[in-house]
């Protein structure tokens, strides 16, 4: 088992930034790749960023490039989402996701954190 604990969501104006972290504790040493989602209300939940956990590769949605970062720090089992000149469409529940391989998508993560609100005002 694997268990995330998202943090650092919360309230900003718009054009300002958040960080978000992932911990991870468990049997993590099979998870080589960790995601990040999110879902607004009344919509599907869509793909953020992903990165290898061992390779370092990074993967972004089109849409949310040049604004969203995700790093690492392996010896904390950790990973970050740095958002940049938020805006108000980026208001979400952010989830991280935990899976052999980054992916886009969605159903290839096997756990997933509890979630953090984020909510950008205009």
């Known amino acids: 088992q694997v268990q995330l604990v998202e943090s650092g969501g919360g309230l900003v104006q718009a054009g300002g930034s958040l960080r978000l972290s992932c911990g991870a504790s468990g049997r993590t040493f099979s998870m080589a790749g960790r995601g990040w989602f999110r879902q607004a209300p009344g919509k599907e939940r869509e793909f953020v960023c992903a990165i290898g956990w061992n390779s370092g590769i990074t993967y972004y949605a089109d849409s949310l490039k040049g604004r969203f970062t995700i790093s690492k720090d392996n010896a904390k089992n950790t990973a970050y989402l740095e958002m940049n000149n938020l805006k108000p469409e980026d208001t979400a529940v952010y989830y991280c996701?935990?899976?052999?391989?980054?992916?886009?998508?969605?159903?290839?993560?096997?756990?997933w954190g509890q979630g953090t609100q984020v909510t950008v005002s205009s």
């Open positions: 996701a935990a899976g052999v391989t980054p992916s886009t998508s969605a159903s290839t993560y096997n756990y």
